[in-house]
């Protein structure tokens, strides 16, 4: 069982950046892959980023290639998305997730935080 709390969020000028954390309980941190996911009201949830276990391989969807990255810390239990250059179509709630592959399919995951929340302004 794995729990799992973002944070980080809030509201940004176009342009600006943002750092979000997702900190897990257990001790089986490293033993799982990590993602990040987005929903904008109104949309599905989308895919942002991807990482393995040991942090070596990351996947990103296009739209944030480039100017987000995440990482993680398995020493800290906890993975980043380092948000720069931020849009307004960037605007949603942001979810990290824990599953046992890397993977851009949310069905991937089974255990998810309660989201933070992301605002760009324009």
């Known amino acids: 069982q794995v729990q799992l709390v973002e944070s980080g969020g809030g509201f940004v000028q176009a342009g600006g950046s943002l750092r979000l954390s997702c900190a897990a309980s257990g001790r089986t941190f490293s033993s799982y892959a990590m993602s990040w996911f987005r929903q904008a009201p109104g949309k599905e949830r989308e895919f942002v980023a991807a990482?393995?276990?040991?942090?070596?391989?990351?996947y990103y969807a296009e739209s944030v290639k480039g100017r987000f990255t995440i990482s993680r810390d398995n020493a800290k239990n906890t993975v980043y998305l380092q948000m720069n250059s931020l849009k307004p179509e960037d605007t949603a709630v942001y979810y990290c997730?824990?599953?046992?592959?890397?993977?851009?399919?949310?069905?991937?995951?089974?255990?998810w935080g309660q989201g933070t929340q992301v605002t760009v302004s324009s």
């Open positions: 990482l393995s276990r040991t942090g070596a391989s990351t």
């Open positions: 997730a824990a599953g046992a592959v890397r993977s851009g399919a949310a069905r991937s995951y089974d255990y």
